[in-house]
């Protein structure tokens, strides 16, 4: 089964934050994306409210905002200030109309080995953004990544551990869910057993599609295309839909060899790429 | 509460190969080591009799020998090959009466995306070596290792998954169990749970000590020695001990900066960081 474009949204992060937000939206529009995955970093500035506008009037969705602040900190104040700036992330990703708010949670504080503590901080801080979404109608994607972020990026790491902390936070609640990286989870045995689990929890918010090069030559700024790796992701895709997926795949790729690239030669060869899905 | 160096056992890796290996057992056990965990690369064109003789008479344990030759390949005569080298290495962990024979079991065949092939070429390459082991009395030690390595280096990837496939394949057979390394498993949320499991059912034949760094600069060559990193390898050890872990804590490091150093080097700093452990 063959994809057409109207089912893929393209993160900005493929694009290198190069161009303005502005010429970035029609660009991804122009090339017949359904959808598009901002960063907060490209909104600095602006008027959210006239981007958000600007999105849907070009006929695009919003597959999800880009992202949280990390969550752990060193301090109690430090903590609160993080909390505090993703609440303000929420009201963007409300104006935009987002389907989720990206929640990438981080890891150790600097020289903690505590990870107990660092995933305490994280439930703890979930927790108190949850009413302010709830609020604002703007769920909350959980986004487990790959284990090798771990200390840095990360402390939620595989799908059921998200799928655990959503339950544990938010029995009932369907506006806490997760964010399915097919680079972060390829290599989870328990992946199929989990995307269930997530499609009958009705917590499955965003699929990102991106592929695992070999080698991977850098452990951020090495992901390849789709197809160029080894991912299989076909079955990543069908794997979501069988288990009531219906929002779009969304192509995230860190990349220091396509950034090198002009945006639209990266918009033009992503299109051949998800057709080709 | 420390632990002496009667606990702890060297992984020659640690050591950078750069030594014959009757002076690497000289200079591990001069050190004070309990163990020794040597490679099979540098037992090519030795009389392992006889090295496993000068290891014994030096007063050292072998607490397991590295490593299996990978089980996946891309044709059946290959996979057949790649277990009958196998059972060649378990004759020689019975001459060097090794604890363990450590299964590194390989990743994706090249070309390959097929992830559950691949663990099911791993199953039927241990269920062969079953029988092999359990006449020699050598007993298994599958290694998950980091869900990095997935691709190409192994795909049996957390604790949980190697004491499933131990369950599946051997119940009731402690010939079968796991290897758990710190670097591999410190940011897998299960893991506390899993060492507990391990225990209760007598598999936990193996525990491999080292650090992650922050950041780490590449993906195989910038392991810590412990204490340089992030991981808190005080409660891993401790957690081992909580759950019937006599062995030895094997300490594996391959790193680019560590091997600069001059073997004995190496040896001094590992002996002084084991004993803060």
Redesign the interface.
């Known amino acids: 089964m063959t994809r057409g474009l109207e089912r893929f949204s393209m993160n900005t992060a493929t694009l290198g934050y190069q161009a303005e937000i502005t010429q970035t939206v029609e660009m991804i529009a122009r090339a017949g994306f359904a959808g598009i995955a901002p960063w907060r970093r490209e909104l600095v500035g602006t008027d959210v409210r006239q981007i958000g506008r600007l999105i849907r009037d070009c006929g695009l969705s919003v597959s999800g905002y880009c992202r949280s602040t990390y969550f752990p900190a060193s301090s109690r104040a430090e903590w609160q200030s993080n909390v505090d700036d993703n609440k303000k992330a929420l009201d963007e990703a409300a104006e935009l109309q987002a389907a989720c708010f990206v929640l990438v949670v981080g890891g150790?504080p600097v020289g903690?080995?505590?990870?107990a503590n660092a995933?305490q901080q994280v439930e703890d801080g979930i927790s108190a953004l949850l009413e302010t979404a709830t609020k604002l109608n703007v769920p909350l994607a959980l986004e487990p990544l790959?284990?090798?972020y771990?200390?840095?990026r990360a402390?939620v790491?595989?799908t059921e551990?998200a799928l655990d902390i959503c339950r544990k936070l938010a029995l009932g609640n369907p506006l806490l869910g997760v964010a399915v990286d097919a680079y972060h989870t390829?290599?989870?045995?328990k992946l199929p057993e989990m995307m269930e689990r997530a499609g009958d929890e009705g917590r499955l918010l965003a699929c990102h599609v991106n592929d695992?090069l070999?080698?991977?030559r850098d452990?951020l700024m090495d992901r390849g295309m789709p197809g160029d790796g080894?991912?299989?992701l076909s079955s990543f895709c069908a794997l979501a839909e069988e288990h009531q997926y219906t929002g779009l795949f969304e192509l995230e790729i860190f990349s220091n060899e396509l950034w090198e690239l002009d945006p639209c030669e990266i918009v033009n060869q992503a299109k051949r790429t998800c057709q080709s899905l």
């Open positions: 150790l903690s080995r505590d990870l995933r790959h284990p090798m771990a200390a840095d402390c790491n595989t551990q390829w290599w989870d045995p695992w070999v080698p991977t452990m080894i991912i299989d």
